[in-house]
């Protein structure tokens, strides 16, 4: 779908090529696409001689020698094509504009949601479509207006900057560059958002809209009188289509969501949601320690969620039993509950069945956390115990991350207290990566001595948190 800076370039480049012609006749091949009664629109329309062209929100303007104007939106794939009085007219072709020299401008728009309106000069503005159409960026001077309607919205900030009625101009392509470059998730409520912000939001989408019509500009110059003025030209866009490829900024995956229905894509590094608790994630290697350190920031008063205890619950499922049946066909299940002795066993040997597994159970935890998250209110910290942390991307719900450091002599210790198979459980624990999980991680803590000691360099980073 053509955005502002798209259709800024077609409303120029249709001024360099029709400027100055004069209408002789007008043929409506598909009447749905035009709005007015199909004999007026035409009568209104020859004769006229075009003057200028003018933008408003999305909408092209033609101005004429007349008192009237003709309104034209694309939607979704509308374009004009400048032809030669003979050529055919083709299957998309909805309407063709005859000029008095042997050229005519033809309507053509595969999709059809396209639409065209003759109004007065003296009333187009007050009157639908465009009395609906707020004022772009480029006509606001601050963002007082922005701010006088979030005040009260709790609608996410993406939803309210795509309201046309408020600001004009931001697509859905356009409002994700524009959140990026402030840093700002798209799902924060509106009314949370600052004046201060505000004005930021306008800044960049000033200057976003303003190098993308630039941009645009530039490429039609080698347009082509056989190709449409369609505007099919991008911007060097940071964000969107750029489901996990590294940010720009902080090298991150980024991540896709939907937001009103509408694809999103942010970095969940730098665009953090304000209103969410403040989350920490815990991860380390096996026998490190991650659960008496979760349980200590639990005393602190931080809501603990252990990624283990949800699969272990999940596992009684009877959907999730279903789900993983057909990753492992062979699963057992003991009263009521997958047989756990069978499934550690089956995983060591299949190690492809295990990432099948994981990336199944990895999803329908997140499910989880993601939900307690946005159910848990902003006054409470939350502590996530997640032993693939990162390899499970959970790392972007988290305001922190914490790594548990210990010595392999410790490790082992530990692993003997806990009366585990060393073997298998090194075993199972070997797709953790130990080195970059540790570098990822914004605190590491080495818990080679007590228990006292884990919790006094635990207090000195989050008794405050
Ligand atoms: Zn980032």
Same mark, same amino acid.
């Given at each position: ?25 007008? /043929? ?59 050529? /055919? ?58 701010? /006088?309607?979030?005040?009260? !919205?709790?609608?996410?900030? /993406? ?50 809209? #303003?190098?993308?019509?630039?941009? #645009? ?114 699963? !057992? ?19 492809? !069945? ?83 999980? !540790? ?27």
């Amino acid at each position: 779908m053509p955005e502002l800076p798209e259709v800024e370039t077609v409303k120029n480049t249709l001024h360099e090529l029709v400027h100055g012609k004069t209408i002789s006749d007008v /043929k409506i091949i598909r009447e749905k696409n035009v709005e007015n009664n199909p004999e007026e629109f035409k009568n209104a329309l020859i004769g006229a001689t075009i003057t200028h062209f003018e933008r408003v929100g999305k909408f092209i303007i033609f101005h004429f020698d007349k008192d009237i104007v003709l309104i034209s939106h694309l939607r979704m794939e509308g374009k004009y094509f400048l032809k030669s009085k003979n050529d /055919k007219i083709g299957k998309h072709d909805l309407v063709v504009f005859y000029f008095s020299d042997d050229t005519c401008l033809m309507y053509n728009d595969t999709r059809r949601f396209g639409m065209l309106k003759v109004a007065s000069i003296f009333n187009y503005k007050n009157e639908p479509p465009l009395s609906n159409v707020g004022p772009d960026p480029f006509m606001m001077s601050d963002a007082s207006r922005l701010e /006088k309607a979030f005040k009260n !919205k709790s609608i996410a900030i /993406k939803t309210a900057l795509l309201d046309q009625s408020i600001m004009s101009g931001l697509g859905n392509i356009y409002v994700d560059e524009v959140l990026f470059a402030t840093a700002i998730h798209p799902e924060t409520p509106a009314k949370l958002i600052k004046r201060q912000q505000l004005e930021w939001i306008l800044k960049e989408s000033k200057r976003i809209l #303003g190098e993308a019509c630039n941009a #645009g500009g530039t490429t039609i110059k080698s347009y082509h009188p056989k190709e449409g003025v369609s505007g099919n030209f991008q911007y060097a866009l940071k964000v969107y289509g750029k489901k996990d490829k590294p940010c720009p900024r902080c090298g991150h995956l980024m991540r896709k969501i939907f937001v009103n229905g509408r694809g999103t894509t942010f970095c969940p590094k730098c665009q953090k949601n304000i209103d969410l608790p403040y989350v920490v994630g815990v991860t380390g290697p096996i026998g490190s320690g991650k659960s008496e350190a979760c349980k200590y920031l639990e005393s602190l008063g931080f809501l603990y969620l252990s990624a283990d205890k949800i699969v272990h619950d999940l596992y009684k499922d009877k959907k999730v039993q279903d789900g993983i049946r057909k990753i492992i066909p062979e699963l !057992k299940i003991k009263n009521d509950d997958i047989d756990r002795e069978f499934l550690k066993n089956y995983l060591l040997d299949n190690p492809n !069945k295990k990432r099948r597994l994981e990336k199944y159970v990895h999803s329908k935890v997140e499910e989880v956390f993601a939900k307690t998250i946005k159910s848990t209110p902003k006054s409470k910290s939350i502590v996530l115990e997640v032993p693939l942390l990162f390899e499970s991307r959970i790392d972007d719900y988290c305001d922190d991350t914490l790594f548990i450091d210990i010595s392999d002599k410790k490790q082992i210790e530990n692993l003997i207290d806990r009366k585990e198979d060393i073997k298998k459980a090194l075993k199972l624990n070997q797709n953790f990566n130990y080195q970059e999980n !540790k570098k990822k991680a914004t605190y590491v803590i080495k818990n080679d001595k007590n228990i006292a000691h884990l919790n006094k360099e635990l207090s000195a980073i989050f008794s405050y948190k």
